[in-house]
């Protein structure tokens, strides 16, 4: 994709369908690809840290996530096609994994809750196959990890908010050749 800077962050400019399209391509050739969804608030933190900075660099895909950063594009005479949030992408990646029998793992938010998600997804999302599922409330990663690789997933979707997914997904997504998305509160959204 084209891309447009603010603040240093490289946006895709692209439509929610041609987005979704290209992660349905790379899913299927099993590239492993790193999504950020960034809204002000991450452009902010980055600025101010050089740490997030640079793991926003190791990323394939950052998508505008929230009004602001439409907005800022359009002031700065650059403009982005639409929003593109984490929540509506796995929405359709869910509906499109479904049919294609895609495994999934979902990884944050709190027992409950991720419990709850497993079962409204495999409920509602016939077809996928939910390999794996751990809370976000974790003190071994490492074992995370482990049953992240058991599981085989073509999609991880990890909902343990920003600063925390992305830094995760960075240091782990070698791992697994597969989707890896920030998906932040999307868990406790599904949960309702
Ligand atoms: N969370 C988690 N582990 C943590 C901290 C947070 O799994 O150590 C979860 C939390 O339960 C919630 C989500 O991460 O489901 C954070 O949602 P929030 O809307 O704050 O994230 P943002 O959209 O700002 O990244």
């Known amino acids: 994709f084209d891309t447009v800077a ?3 962050v490289p946006f895709i400019k692209t439509t929610n369908a041609g987005f979704v399209q290209q992660l349905q ?3 299927l050739a099993h590239h492993n690809r790193f999504v950020v969804t960034a809204n002000p608030e991450i452009l902010m933190y980055a600025r101010e840290h050089p740490d997030y900075q ?3 660099t190791q990323a394939d895909y950052i998508t505008p996530d929230g009004i602001g950063v439409i907005q800022g594009a359009q002031i700065l005479g650059t403009p982005l096609p639409e929003r593109i949030t984490g929540y509506d992408t796995l929405l359709t990646l ?3 994994g479904g049919q294609q029998h895609q495994r999934i793992f979902l990884l944050g938010a709190k027992p409950a809750v991720l419990q709850q998600v497993a079962t409204i997804v495999q409920r509602d999302y016939p077809g996928i196959v939910v390999a794996g599922a751990r809370d976000g409330y974790y003190d071994d990663e490492q074992a995370v990890v482990d049953e992240i690789v ?3 997933p073509d999609m991880i979707f990890v909902a343990t908010g920003f600063p ?3 830094f995760f997904i960075a240091q782990y997504r070698q791992r697994v050749d597969a989707l890896w998305m920030g998906v932040g509160g999307s868990f406790d959204v599904i949960a309702g």
């Open 94 to 96: 869910l509906k499109w």
């Open 25 to 27: 391509t790379d899913i």
């Open 6 to 8: 603010i603040l240093n």
């Open 164 to 166: 925390k997914q992305e």
């Open 54 to 56: 640079h793991v926003l």
């Open 150 to 152: 058991a599981a085989k």
